[in-house]
């Protein structure tokens, strides 16, 4: 081959290479809305997208009224289970995941959750949702007492994710771990604690049996199955299990707090970077233990945009919540 | 067409007409394998493309959506793909509750099974890298040797080699993209362009890193050719690192502006973490030959590569030749430790070479048990998950019963895959047989 057409064959394939980057890291040719309105008897929305991509929209009867923000629990200064650049690594995800999904939230340490937690219980009401990502709960909002601020701040309608270990048993300090030896789950959930799985460093649990409002997690494209920190709902009252069973203990699982109007969601496995996905997802959608999904309409984008309308009954509290893409690149939920 | 034409494939019964069609029989004969292999994936490996497309269909970069453990290159190729495959309107595939199972945690990975339309729209570009690869063998054999027949063969054994018909069309794996930017960068130093070449290598090291380990190839063929004028030397060893600065600042720039630096070279800290730690005698070590430990046989690799190159070009002959040899025992010392099956792709590629070119008939053994060995591992390792989209999509086979019968039969994988990756060691100890044959006979075939 002549040397003129070596270089040619590779400036066309650097060429290649340059607008991939281009398109990666300068152009993003991709756009994706969506929008509501009210309209007589009910909503209307439109998604639009220019890429080629299935959405859902799903009209969500919540029952109770969910805060739009969120803190994220990150704090390296104190000791989880979790190696410190993993968990960051991971919560980089988690924030990126929730940011496609247009959830505003802020990342908060130890001293910070406190204050938060302190000013929402003085105005008797939460105005943000918290994940802990990382299994353990600071000394600052919990030491293992039923007056412990995090306890105070669920009564008054908190909202608390949760994930990485076995619910309110570890507290975390800057120098360890502390593990309750008894009475967490009674605190939390009401329940005893054999009914919170804790074979952390034995067995994972990775459940295989549909729960019970397994199609609620289905219409939300969600398929979680680990229930190594799984939670038994035979003793819960107010509760929705979306994901999967195995042994008596459900994998993912949104209850009504025991003491008050909060709720705690629990995702009863590890944080891992590919399970972030899902809890933005539950996150995002403002999913509750009372929620029951009103209407479902589904379809397919190809630079295109698609309208629909659905039926509310004003008397309840709804939030529509659209996403686009298997695996989702675009969502958005319009409170109503 | 002009390709075919230049290959003689318009004459009609002319030698030269003969040699053109079988040319033409080798290229149907892949296309046909291919497609014959198409409806079968590994979707797994492939949902970590698929998420790292629709990561940037969501507005993030390569690395923010946190599943693309690879260097940068492909995942810029794969970008501009990406935004190709937006103007077809077919769906990338479906999550599918049958998948679900009590091994693993159900990710979107674990659950994902491709659709046929994505398997057969994304191997395109893999099968044109084949091409483009096998292309570069035919015409850099048929220049140095004049012989189309021997060039045919080099063509054929990287284009039906079975690991590249696997890796490429059944593991949906782009291997064949670092070989074919270290046999653009080999072509292009035979014809003393150093700046291209450094550039081409460059490219090849940040597609899967394995190809630099020709450097040492690289070094003692400037060296040679220079034939002791250190000036010389210098000046094109100069060239060669020239190019291969630019061509890394082109792909490194958007990455270090991004602070994703660190993600691009995730890929090696990926594949040396995990199993390769813990206690266990050198027996142990040995007996479970997982590929993350490469990196403790690392630096006896590393001396050979040094020492075999070094002794290639203490031979009398043909630099070109013995940049090809050099280069051909380096990548596949690489590979004495066993691999991730699709890694010795790039072997493949040189080994093409190694035949055709420098006529090293002992390396078709290596060829063929990298060919064999590598896809038998792979094929207990995927088992029937590969059969996942074909049951999801057809009514040939039932997706729950595939599924169920690979959990049935994965007890018994796991017992051979034992054997099999034992087995890996085989190739590597035949690379060296044939790396010491060769340089022990190196002027016979030269001549």
Known sequence: MKTGKLYVLAIAVVAFMVAGQFLAYGANPYHTSSDSW?????????????????????????????????????????????????MLETTDLLCSELSLRNVEYTIVD?????????????????????????????????????????????????????????LGCGISSVSGVYERDSGYAADFLGIADQDIRKDPYVSSLYATEKAEDYCIGESMSIMYNDSTFGINTQNLTDYISIGFTSSGYDSLV???????????????????INTMPTIAQVIASKLTYCSVIAEHDSGKLFHSSERGTMETDPSKIYSLYIYVGTPQIYARTFDH | MDFFHLSGVLGDNSAKGRIGRSLLYIFIAGIVLRLFLGPLSFSFDM????????????????????????PPVYGYFLSALTYMWNFLPFQSGYMSELLVNSTAVSDFSQVYISSMALV???????????????????????????????AEIGF????????????????????????????????????????????????????????????????????????????????????????????????LLPLVLNGELSSSFGFFGDRTEGTSSG?????????????????????????????????????????????????????????????????????????????????????????????????????????????????????????????????????????????????????????????????KHGEEAET
């Open chain 2, 120 to 150: 057969f729209v994304y191997k395109i570009p893999l099968t044109v890298i084949d091409l483009a690869c096998s292309w570069l063998i035919y015409v850099m054999v048929k220049e140095k040797t004049g012989d189309r027949r021997k």
């Open chain 2, 47 to 70: 949902s970590f493309f698929v998420i790292t497309g629709a990561g940037f269909e969501s507005g993030r970069t390569l690395y923010e959506a946190g599943n693309f453990y690879y």
């Open chain 2, 156 to 251: 054929a054994l990287f284009f039906l080699s079975p690991l590249v018909l696997w890796s490429s069309s059944v593991a949906c794996m782009f291997d064949s993209l670092s070989a074919f930017f270290m046999i653009f960068s080999i072509y292009s130093l035979t014809k003393n362009q150093y700046l291209l070449s450094g550039a081409m290598l460059s490219l090849a090291f940040f597609t899967k890193l394995f190809p630099i380990v020709i450097g040492f190839a690289v070094i003692c063929y400037i060296i040679s050719g220079s034939e002791g004028r250190w000036k010389e030397v210098f000046k094109k060893a100069a060239m060669y690192a020239a190019g291969f600065a630019i061509a890394a600042a082109i792909v």
């Open chain 1, 254 to 272: 949104l209850a009504k707090y025991q003491g008050g109007d909060g709720m705690i969601v629990v995702f009863g496995g590890k944080p891992a």
């Open chain 1, 38 to 86: 009210s309209v007589y008897g009910g909503i209307g929305y439109e998604v639009s997208s220019n890429t080629s991509s299935n959405y859902d929209a799903l009209l969500i009867d919540t029952g109770i009224y969910i805060p739009d923000g969120l803190m994220i629990y990150e704090d390296s200064s104190y000791v989880s289970y979790f190696d410190q650049s993993y």
């Open chain 2, 279 to 439: 206690g266990g005698g050198l027996l142990d070590f040995f007996a479970n030959p997982t590929p993350d430990k490469f990196i403790y046989a690392f630096p006896i690799m590393f001396l050979l590569i040094a020492i075999f190159s070094m002794l290639a070009f203490m031979r009398d002959g043909d630099d070109d030749k013995k940049l090809v040899m050099a280069s051909v025992i380096s990548v596949c010392t690489l590979f004495i430790w066993p691999p991730i099956p699709t890694y010795p792709v790039i072997a493949i590629a040189l080994i093409a070479l190694a035949v055709a070119y420098c006529g090293r008939r002992e390396w078709l053994i290596p060829w063929l048990l990298f060919s064999i060995l590598m896809v038998v591992h792979h094929i207990l390792n995927f088992g029937g998950r590969i059969l996942y989209t074909l049951a999801n999509e057809t009514s040939l086979l039932d997706l729950g019963s595939t599924v169920a019968k690979y959990f049935q039969f994965l007890p018994l994988s796991w017992d051979l895959m034992y054997y099999t990756l034992l087995a890996l060691f085989i190739p590597g100890i035949a690379c060296i047989i044939a790396a010491f044959y060769s340089l």
């Open chain 1, 110 to 166: 130890a001293e910070q959750i406190r204050a938060e937690l302190e000013e929402d219980i003085s105005n008797g009401s939460a105005d943000m949702r918290l994940i802990i990502p990382v299994g353990v709960l600071p000394d600052t909002i919990y030491d293992g007492g039923p007056d412990s601020l995090i306890l105070k701040w669920l009564e008054t309608g908190g909202v608390l994710y949760w994930t990485g270990y076995t």
